[in-house]
């Protein structure tokens, strides 16, 4: 259920990319949406079956778990990169190619939305679009008209999701089912919040050495030691 083929590992027939940058965005400019599992819900996928639908179906799946790079090269001897999607969207922040395109970012609150304005204004993109998405709690409810309406009307090159993870995979599914031009979804969750610094301050720093996790528990401790300790059973997918 675990093994590696030309730098795509499938666990649990779900693929994850160890890939550059470039070939990332080579592959997902095609159409497609993109995920970034970490170990919390990626732990969850016998259980979430919407969530294991959704990064089946995906095009890309990022490193972004330091944990279950650890994992897999410990129990399958299988060396990956780390590319969390912080990482990934500190470099589409820097990207001058996507600074030119129409980017529609779906936000979870009305005041993420206009910090992350800010941050985009400030990082010299000039297309981009914002909508604060609604509660997303049944299947129903990502039937989301307005948001298809949205996205018909402008239609975007690249959608980015920065809402909470479970949801915004499922999210994506949706859109590229309902959707009926090309377009390319990075589902990056709570990313551009570390740095707009609405959450935890975590750098590049801290992220490479796989210490994301604990900045996260120094400054949500409620939230984050019970997210880290469930985590732990990432383990029994590897026997």
């Known amino acids: 259920m675990i093994y590696s083929n030309n730098n795509i590992i499938n666990f649990y027939n779900i693929k994850f990319h160890n890939w550059t940058y470039s070939s990332i965005i080579k592959k997902i400019s095609n159409g497609g949406y993109l995920c970034a599992p970490a170990a919390f819900p990626l732990c969850e996928i016998r259980k979430e079956k919407k969530y294991f639908q959704s990064l089946k179906n995906s095009s890309i799946n990022l490193f972004d778990s330091g944990y279950f790079c650890i994992l897999l090269r410990i129990f399958k001897k299988i060396k990956v990169k780390k590319f969390s999607g912080f990482l990934f969207l500190l470099k589409l ?11 529609l970012f779906i936000d979870p609150t009305m005041n993420d939305s206009k910090l992350n304005t800010t ?8 297309k981009f679009f914002n909508y604060v998405a609604p509660i997303y709690n049944s299947t129903k409810s990502y039937q989301d008209k307005k948001l298809f309406d949205l996205i018909n009307k402008i239609r975007p090159k690249f959608i980015v999701i920065n809402i909470s993870g479970l949801k915004q995979e499922y999210l994506a599914y949706v859109i590229i089912k309902k959707i009926k031009f090309k377009l390319s979804i990075f589902c990056l969750g709570g990313a551009i919040s570390f740095v707009t610094r609405t959450q935890a301050p975590i750098t590049p720093f801290f992220d490479k050495y796989y210490m ?6 120094i400054f949500s401790p409620r939230v984050f030691i019970r997210r880290t300790i469930r985590s732990i059973s990432l383990i029994k997918f590897f026997f």
Not at 119 to 126: E, G, I, Q, S, T
Not at 212 to 217: A, D, E, K, N, T
């Open 93 to 103: 922040l820097s990207d001058k190619n996507l600074k030119k395109k129409k980017i």
């Open 119 to 126: 941050l985009l204004v400030n990082k010299r993109f000039k």
């Open 212 to 217: 994301g996790w604990l900045i996260r528990i």
